[in-house]
């Protein structure tokens, strides 16, 4: 049932022009990115060559490469997550979902489900361009799949915290713009603060965790991070489509 | 309970912050039953079918569809429940096909059987023709059409429908009611409207609601003797004494009306066969003679505002 929901989601975002779209800026902003760190490698690679123990290509090229990427899809993200509930409202097609039998976390998971799957079909078009590398160069691939991970818990954490957001307003634009408003705040959030505040501040930041990542350092406490941010947030969601129906 | 009792509904109430919606809505479905639910805007139809169907939670009261508690077991009881909204909730991006069988997988019908309830879906409401249409392109009439395809896919014990033919054409009107007809044979359907012609199309049983309350519940036969006439209108090229007329078994006013004819109110059987008789033999020269029937308008604006249905208050005491 959930993976029923899931493909109506992923179906009309694919109907929908905007997706296609996103998905063709995206590749082309990022390819244009990844080529300017290949230029910057080539410059490089005579006196690095020289050096014992430095920095090989999968940090001077695709761990920036990733860092880009995760910006750049702070920026899409709400405009994916931002029709999710919001449109169902609008179009009065929640009913057919809560006269049928399905329950509200089969809903939820549904939905976001939908949305994940369109991230990992973009998650696996940036893939290529760092396993294009294979052809002439060794990679590491342990930094790159870290890397990668982290990407694609951040995004799920992305998607999550638009779906909530979708689900609380009938419109897709106030959508968009409080969860762009909240990412970005959790993105910057460690930049506030006393000394003291640092640490909660920074443990609440999306970017101190993904930085951890992408220097290909597995800690289980980022991935906690993230992995508590989307439960988090689903749980919210589903409370919130429980609360639509509810006296009040 | 009965057996046979679809729908059951016991001390609804729903309340909007301090605004009671729904009060006090107790009724009951049987199987076969095509129940209009009747009532001026804002009278709480609405809420009240959108308890029913499980899209909006009662503040107090308890709804059993088919032998299920919808609140204990919701997935359990929508099975058995086809809703269509007010906006029939379709998604305007899919072709009809595609949203039916989404449609039919929400509502776990098996994949072998699918393909089947589909056919009969589009077959039964008229959609076979835009199969492959996309449903943002259809006609209103026709979007109304998938709504209720979508509400009868799963084959449900009941059928609740919101305000059906709201904006169609009397063309489609017709069609959407004859539909309702049919599929009232073998589902049990409730109907909302606030249109009454429709009650009297395609319902076998009425319930009236105004301001949350239910003021009327009777079968159709019932609403149907309520209207009967209590008052004849008569014009005479010769129009005799007052009081002959109130002699005539059974009369109990007679008012002379504006344009020259005479309304003659009545109790009990109807004084026309007497009244045309004593006319011949007393050469009034009847030109005219109608039975008056109460509108249901009438009954409607008498239960709703608690007005006597005009000059037939006299006949009735």
Known sequence: ????????????????????????????????????????????????????????????????????????????????????????????????????????????????????????????????????????????????????????????????????????TEQPVVAAVTTFGLLLLLWIIDEAGTAQATGVMGYLSMLSHYKGLLKGVFNSMDVAYYLLVIALFTGFTIRRLDATRLPH | MSSNSLVTAAGLYRYYNQHCAVNDVSFELSRGDVLGFLGPNGAGKSSTMQMLSGNLSPSAGEIIINGIDLLDRPKD????????????????????????????RLNRIPRERRAQALAT???????????TRLIGNLSKGYRQRVGIAQAIIHTPAVVILDEPTVGLDPLQIREIRSLIRELGEDHGIILSTHILPEVQATCNRVQIIHQGRLVF?????????????????????????????LALPGV??????????????????????????????????????????????????????????????????
């Open chain 2, 121 to 131: 879906a589009k077959d039964r409401c008229g959609l076979a023709d835009v199969a």
């Open chain 2, 217 to 245: 519940a009777d079968t159709a036969a019932g609403l149907d003797a309520r209207m009967s006439a209590t008052s004849l209108v008569a014009r005479f090229g010769n129009p005799p004494d007052v009081s002959r007329l």
């Open chain 2, 77 to 104: 009881a929508k099975r058995e429940i086809g809703y269509l909204a007010e906006q029939p909730p379709v998604y305007r991006e899919l072709t009809v096909n595609e949203y039916l069988d989404y449609c039919a």
């Open chain 2, 252 to 317: 109990a006013e007679v008012a002379a009306l504006d344009d020259g004819r005479m309304r003659i109110d009545f109790t009990g059987d109807s004084p026309a066969e007497a009244l045309v008789e004593q006319a011949v033999a007393g050469g009034w020269r009847l030109q005219e003679l109608t039975a008056e029937r109460h509108t249901l308008e009438q009954i409607f604006i008498e239960l709703t505002t608690g007005d006597a249905p005009g000059h037939a208050s006299g006949a009735a005491a």
């Open chain 1, 1 to 168: 049932m959930i993976f029923t929901i899931a493909a109506r989601e992923l179906r009309s975002l694919f109907l929908s022009p905007l997706a296609w779209a996103i998905l063709a800026v995206t590749q082309f902003i990022l390819a244009w990115l990844f080529l300017a760190q290949i230029d910057t490698w080539i410059t490089l690679q005579p006196r690095l060559a020289a050096i014992e123990g430095a920095p090989g290509v999968a940090d001077i090229v695709v761990a920036p490469l990733l860092a880009n990427a995760g910006i750049v899809l702070l920026l899409i993200t709400p405009l994916i997550t931002m029709r999710s509930l919001s449109d169902e409202y609008r179009g009065h097609t929640i009913s057919l979902l809560f006269s049928a039998p399905v329950s509200m976390t089969e809903i939820v998971l549904g939905k976001y489900l939908g949305i994940l799957g369109f991230f990992l079909a973009l998650l696996l078009m940036l893939t290529l361009m760092p396993l294009s590398l294979l052809a002439g160069t060794d990679l590491d691939m342990g930094k790159l799949a870290a890397g990668l991970l982290g990407l694609g818990l951040m995004l799920a954490a992305f998607a999550a915290i638009g779906l909530y957001m979708s689900s609380l």
